[in-house]
């Protein structure tokens, strides 16, 4: 009697599991190229916020943590993501710096303006280096780099540059705030101010690239208007000048 | 107008790896701007130079027993690929560490470039910009994942250090140094005392010094380490501790606070009331 009992139980516990339907929930990502699924699936978690504090949470992870294993250092839990997923942003609004027709000792200046955002970590830094110097059509024609009015300003070292009778190729970077009004910040090592330029580094002659702008700290779309300057003498060949500058951001380790 | 606004994440990843191990890491690189960009890859090496957390590209040569390549379908590192507008691209990077490689640490930067457009001929005289925007790569090559650390406090001041109850904050500035072969992270505090009673403790943020070189160290929740006023008159220390498995021994600084402010006001009262006296005893004799 008793094992007729037991029968008919784990045959309706067994009828039971065919019946109630669960669907197991997983977590899935895919792009053309790859899917990858996740196994766990958390309870919640995020950024919550108000006036008055700022929350990052999550529940549910199972085994959150550093895992030591061989070969790598896995760090599991959402947490890290907050740690290390600082998303890094870079902006140049204009790429094409046009001077127009160049007349002789009257300076001629072009600007465009970089914006950086680097919301945690240690702050960034962005370098400049030019392919060339601005080079003509004909095989060594060109505006050579500006050594300022002093002739001593390089690639590293910034001058005052007013006399339209120092002629070359420079830049000037200031840092501005979101009304564009200057504010030096992030160049006010590098620039004194908007009179002061110095030369872009010339990778054609392996120079290093130089950091124009920098800060310590995390922050949130600071802007640069960094203005490009020709000033050619009445000797200068007549002939369209050109050449290629690339800002490179990195972040503070 | 074409412009370049280009979003990388993360910014900057860690890793610990055996000699011989494989390491994946996808990257997200948005593009922001209103127009395609024509992109590319790369990793570069470089060493670290001054002391807050600048790098330098010039003169390294890639350590053969490091590989790089993406694990992508469609694009291989140094592979042009172009990004539409408002478009994500998930980039994983393979990093691929030969049982040949030294036992040390590795530092690369992966980089999204730019391609150079062709020059507008309409236009005369002008300037092509190019973006870049990179992510740093801290690789340990280690058989062990505790690898063993030694640090160096080499500079700890306070500025001033002779400081008036009110007024300016006491601002601490420290460098620490790594003596040993990977890079470890600046977890320590700063304790100040007075009469051997702790009156503050500034945490250290978790600046990265990499190895053979120094770094500035940092407090959380602010850039400098300050301490803001009032304070109360007196002498007081502040010792610079780093966490025990840096094996680094700690550095105390001492600095004296006076109420110059509360004197001065104090002296110009008395002044006032002395010269109202004068006055008073000049003038009014009998009174």
Not at chain 2, 15 to 40: H, R, W
Not at chain 2, 79 to 94: E, I, M, N, W, Y
Not at chain 2, 161 to 182: G, Y
Request: glycine share 6%.
């Amino acid at each position: 009697m008793k094992n007729k009992t037991s029968f008919v139980s784990i045959l309706f516990i067994i009828t039971l599991l065919f019946f109630i339907k669960k669907d197991i929930e997983a977590q899935s990502f895919s792009s053309q190229s790859y899917q990858i699924q996740f196994g766990n699936f958390n309870v919640t978690s995020g950024k919550k916020s108000s006036a008055n504090y700022t929350l990052t949470d999550t529940v549910g992870q199972n085994a959150p943590g550093q895992f030591n294993n061989t070969g790598y250092v896995l760090k599991a839990g959402f947490q890290y993501i907050y740690d290390t997923s600082n998303k890094f942003s870079f902006a140049i609004d204009n790429l094409s710096i046009n001077f127009g027709t160049l007349v002789p000792n009257v300076g001629s200046t072009s600007t465009n303006i970089i914006t950086i955002t680097t919301p945690s970590g240690k702050g960034y830094e962005i370098i400049a280096v030019e392919n060339r110097p601005l080079s003509g059509s004909n095989p060594g024609v060109t505006i050579p780099d500006t050594t300022c009015d002093s002739g001593t300003c390089s690639e590293a070292i910034s001058g005052l540059w007013t006399s339209n009778n120092t002629f070359g190729f420079g830049f000037n970077a200031i840092g501005i705030n979101s009304s564009g009004v200057a504010t030096g910040v992030g160049t006010s090592n590098y620039f004194t101010n908007n009179n002061y330029y110095r030369q872009f580094a010339n990778s054609a002659t392996n120079e290093t690239g130089q950091v124009f702008m920098s800060e310590n700290k995390p922050v949130k779309e600071h802007s640069a208007k960094i203005t490009y300057k020709a000033l050619i003498s009445r000797s200068q060949a007549a002939d369209s000048y050109e050449n290629s500058i690339s800002f490179i951001a990195v972040p503070k380790y | 107008m074409a412009s370049f606004d280009l979003t990388l994440s993360p910014s900057q990843i860690e890793f610990v790896a055996k000699p011989g191990a494989t390491i994946t890491q996808a990257y997200d690189v948005i593009n922001n701007s209103e127009n395609p960009l024509l992109l590319n890859t790369e990793v570069l090496p470089w060493h670290p130079i001054g002391n807050e957390g600048n790098v330098s590209y010039q003169n390294i040569i890639s350590s053969p027993n490091i590989l790089f390549s993406l694990n992508n379908s469609d694009i291989k590192l140094g592979q042009v690929f172009t990004l539409a507008p408002g478009q994500k691209q998930q980039l994983v990077l393979k990093i691929e560490t030969s049982s040949q490689a030294s036992l040390d640490d590795f530092y690369y930067t992966f980089f999204i470039t730019q391609q150079g457009q062709t020059l507008d001929s309409n236009k005369s005289n002008n300037t092509q910009t190019i973006g870049k925007i990179g992510s740093h790569l801290l690789l340990t090559v280690s058989n062990s994942e505790d690898v063993s650390n030694k640090a160096q406090i080499t500079k700890f001041t306070v500025s001033p250090k002779l400081k008036d109850i009110f007024l300016t904050p006491l601002t601490f500035n420290a460098e620490v140094k790594n003596n040993s072969n990977n890079f470890f992270k600046t977890k320590g505090t700063i304790t100040i005392n007075k009469n051997n009673v702790k009156v503050k403790e500034l945490e250290l943020s978790d600046n990265n010094v990499l190895t053979h070189s120094s770094r500035l160290i940092s407090c959380k929740d602010q850039t400098d380490c300050t301490f803001d006023p009032p304070f109360w008159p007196g002498s007081y220390t502040a010792t610079l501790t780093l966490d025990p498995s840096l094996s680094a021994p700690s550095a105390t600084i001492s600095f004296f606070v006076f109420p110059f402010s509360l004197t001065a006001i104090l002296i110009v009262i008395l002044t006032i009331f002395f010269i109202l006296f004068r006055i008073k005893k000049r003038f009014f004799p009998h009174s």
